[in-house]
């Protein structure tokens, strides 16, 4: 009888032994899979996902530097906060062509995209990005694409679908489609960010 319970309590005990390691690696994989959806990386660059109120971003570190990040001065790194997933950005919005930063960026627009007040946070985010790198950015409507390529000629401008294009050797076509101001110009971003990466992994 006295073998008989401690076998009972034996196999008692296994089976709650087992049932805590169960837990524990419910417990465990559940934090493992929320925090991976906090953090993700794409294109060699590392997002956070932060979450305030109803809104989400997406935030990531780049590297700022007084000139080329190669020769530059290092300034220190500097958040940037999307407000769209790169990851879908990324695929959905075309670049076509190569990006080609010159010191001296025109901003130019053929309408008004105030888009509920998005146009206003887009052009803010992608100028503020392009003078933490130490260009000097100007709006101006009456220019127009410089052939020679002697500064960067930056054109938002409606069309049929939302895309990036080239027309130029430093002049760049930011088309938006029903006020997707926000993915267009953070596709444009993105692209900046790929570039910082790429020549900060160069050194």
Known sequence: MEKE?????????RNIFI??????GVFLASYFFIDSIKQFEYEGLKFKVVKEQDLIFYNTAIPIYQGSPITGR????????????????GEEVAFKGELRLLE??????????????????????LANLLGKMGANVIK????????AGDYNF??????????????????????????????????????????????????
């Open 5 to 13: 319970n401690i076998k009972k309590q034996n196999k008692q005990l």
């Open 19 to 24: 049932l805590i390691i169960a837990v524990l």
């Open 74 to 89: 290092f300034i220190g790194d500097y958040n940037f906060y999307l407000r769209k997933d790169p990851r879908i950005i």
């Open 104 to 125: 001296n960026i025109v901003f130019n627009s053929t309408q008004d995209f105030n888009c509920d007040g998005d146009g206003i946070i887009a052009v803010a985010n």
């Open 140 to 147: 101006n409507d009456s220019l127009n694409c410089d052939w």
């Open 154 to 203: 930056i054109r938002l401008m409606p069309g049929d679908k939302t895309e990036i294009r080239m027309p130029g050797p430093a002049c760049y076509d930011l088309i938006i489609k029903d006020c997707e101001i926000l993915e267009v110009t953070e596709r444009f971003m993105l692209e900046i960010f790929k570039e910082i990466d790429k020549a900060e992994n160069e050194e």
